[in-house]
């Protein structure tokens, strides 16, 4: 992961006098050497701002208004204005500065009491061969400060980046091509005031069809980390059906609970679980809360029958494809394995020999 651009403002509630103050800084964090700083600690600010989206609870969607995809809402239109139609911002700074005040405007209009505010981190980075663009709402705990005038790093207090409650990330290269609904990853609180002025605040709404998409990509990440760990199909069969019996389990009534890759990593992969997760988060972009599409998740089990003279296993996403059944109960396979295929032909020419040959009588 590398990190282009950072920098940290402020618009947080006085809590004297429950006004909201808000301190724009004038220069971009990404060097703390100009603040008398080392930079040990531009490296572990970079490290904690890299793995912050890693292991939460993420929902997954797109810019829009009132549900409509088509509207700009006043981030998106901000992010036009400096990014144009590629990735290069045109003045991060300046372009914070806006955004920020937008922030500063949903509380102000909205009269917000009981939202405190906090830091705003906005930061590009560039991962999986795509630039993102994030923005976290932060506040402090132990280790590191920020000074208040100057928003800049010191050693004394640090910025609570172990724990996510509001933030956004919006996948710049896949935004920009418009051709993915599904390029903004967002934590928004359970809270229903903390949730509605946040999303309004990034103008995201929730890819409606986020369950499909990501109980299919899940299926596809096993499969892969499977292959490139070199097991066989009948193994990776396997994982995948522990997968689909521990997501069963955790969504069985009467309390189902929320399906978490962590949970489902540990199911299929006992012995590299993190390993699992980490290539899951990276490679297929799956968030540590999963939305299931439980019709997609029946694709998890392979049907298989055994009778005296009969066994056959094959994915579900056969049947109706490759594989159907008549009004009169008849079977029929329409792209047969090349494998089966030729153990016919064989099977055929070794009866049409055995026919030909002549009987010998003793």
């Not at 600010?45 to 969607?61: I, K, P, Q, R, Y």
């Not at 006043?74 to 036009?80: D, S, V, Y």
Request: proline residues 4%; glycine residues 6%; charged residues 25%.
């Amino acid at each position: 992961m590398l990190i282009k651009h950072v920098i940290i403002h402020v618009v947080m509630r006085n809590e004297k006098t429950g006004e909201l103050d808000k301190t724009l800084r004038q220069k971009e964090n990404y060097s703390f050497v100009d603040d008398g700083q080392s930079n040990d600690l531009t490296e572990q600010l970079t490290n904690d701002l890299g793995e912050l989206f890693g292991s939460a609870s993420l929902s997954v969607g797109e810019f829009g208004v009132g549900g409509n995809a088509d509207l700009d809402p006043p981030f998106e239109q901000t992010l036009k204005k400096y990014f144009g139609n590629g990735t290069e911002c045109s003045n991060f700074t300046e372009m914070t500065h806006s955004l920020a005040n937008q922030y500063y405007n949903i509380l102000i209009e909205g009269s917000l009491t009981s939202v405190k505010g906090g830091y705003l981190v906005f930061y590009q980075y560039e991962s999986r061969k795509c630039d993102w663009l994030a923005v976290a709402i932060v506040n402090k705990t132990a280790g590191m400060n920020i000074q208040d005038q100057s928003l800049s790093v010191v050693a004394s207090e640090i910025l609570d980046l172990k724990t996510l409650h509001l933030a956004a990330a919006i996948n710049l290269t896949k935004w920009s091509v418009e051709i993915d609904s599904r390029y903004i990853r967002f934590k928004a609180g359970r809270a229903a005031q903390i949730r509605d002025y946040f999303q309004k605040f990034i103008g995201c709404q929730q890819d409606k069809h986020a369950a499909r998409v990501e109980t299919q990509t899940l299926k596809n990440a096993i499969q892969e980390f499977g292959r490139l760990k070199g097991y066989d199909p009948e193994k990776i069969d396997y994982k995948v059906a522990k997968a689909h019996e521990q997501i069963t389990y955790t969504q069985k009534p009467p309390e189902p609970q929320p399906v978490m890759l962590g949970h489902v990593a540990n199911a299929a992969f006992p012995d590299v679980a993190d390993e699992f997760a980490r290539y899951a988060r990276e490679q297929h972009n799956l968030p540590e809360e999963l939305s299931i599409h439980n019709p997609s998740l029946r694709q998890y089990v392979r049907i298989s029958v055994q009778s005296k003279s009969l066994t056959m296993s094959f994915d579900r996403a056969m049947v109706g494809k490759s594989i159907n059944l008549d009004e009169n109960g008849n079977v029929t396979i329409s792209t047969p394995p090349d494998v089966l295929v030729k153990e016919i032909k064989k099977e055929l020419a070794d009866r049409e020999k055995d026919n030909d040959e002549p009987t010998t009588s003793s």
